[in-house]
């Protein structure tokens, strides 16, 4: 009953940043209501006995990716209104088309089978970080590594932007 | 009326209708790129809902692989955008057409 309330409250809230993002003319607004969808994701990880995921999701999500985004959001400049005539012939009609079709298949597809592959009889999954991290670091070590990887290489590639980013004029990058 | 992991299905799928149509309808390259972030969100819950449906707990390390891909996306993608802002002076995907053919 607790979860139930809690996934009508919190499910209208994601869907209404997620809309929010969507509509709002104004970046920083967008950015808010995506912070509300990702906070309301949280609490459905929560829901699911996911606990340590709830935790970085609010960590990695709501604190650090957005604050990033804000940033550059405010660094880019939030006063030019971006005009919404469409350039592209028939886009909007059919990415509405699109969408409509896609939701319908998902629904669909839902309705036949929404889960692959049969239940298996086991403990229900408690997602501690005892569980986790035995699972990340005896089954999934190697992937694991190779996403320090992926991190140093993006973030050589960030610094690499920032500081060649602009070949044009060299002056301007010492800012 | 308990909820089932299909609920939360439905709900990602929504979500993740919801991030595409930003991508689609969009022209602003930080909306878009809020809104990549909305679907992989929404594939995250996904896959949370259906480890437990299958009482494993793969799906939660697969969520953590995700964001970590998605930190990355965002560092470099943040940091194209500021890049093309600074030659360019605009962040609409539209006006950047040199490469048009």
């Known amino acids: 009953m607790v979860e139930l309330v ?136 190697l992937p694991f590594e190779v996403t320090a990887l992926l991190l140093i290489v993006a973030a050589a590639g960030a610094i690499a932007l920032a500081f060649f980013g602009s070949g044009e004029d060299p002056e301007e990058v010492e800012a | 009326m308990t909820v089932t992991p299909g609920w939360y299905m439905a709900l990602a799928a929504l979500l993740f209708v919801i991030g595409m149509s930003g991508i689609l309808l969009r022209r602003n390259a930080l909306v878009m790129f809020m809104s990549v972030e909305l679907m992989l969100n929404a594939v995250n819950l996904s896959f949370v809902a259906a480890g437990r449906e299958l009482n494993v707990i793969d799906g939660q390390v697969s969520v953590f692989f995700v964001m970590v891909v998605a930190a990355a996306e965002v560092v470099v993608g943040l940091a194209i955008i500021v890049a093309v802002f600074r030659t360019r002076r605009t962040a609409s995907v539209d006006e950047l057409s040199e490469m048009r053919g």
């Open chain 1, 6 to 141: 809690l996934f009508v409250i919190f499910g209208l809230a994601a869907v209404f940043g997620g809309v929010t993002m969507v509509w709002a003319r104004n970046p920083v607004y967008g950015a808010m209501g995506l912070m509300l969808t990702m906070f309301s994701i949280a609490v459905f990880y929560v829901s699911n006995s996911a606990h340590f995921v709830a935790a970085v999701q609010v960590i990695i999500y709501a604190g650090a990716v957005m604050t990033l985004f804000l940033f550059v959001i405010m660094l880019v400049g939030v006063d030019k209104a971006e005009d919404r005539t469409e350039n592209l012939p028939v886009q909007r009609e059919l990415a509405l088309g699109l969408l409509v079709l896609f939701g319908a298949g998902v629904l669909l597809a839902g309705r036949a089978a929404w889960t692959t592959g049969v239940g298996i009889a086991g403990n229900p999954v408690n997602g501690t970080v005892e569980a986790i991290g035995d699972e990340l670091f005896h089954k999934w070590l």
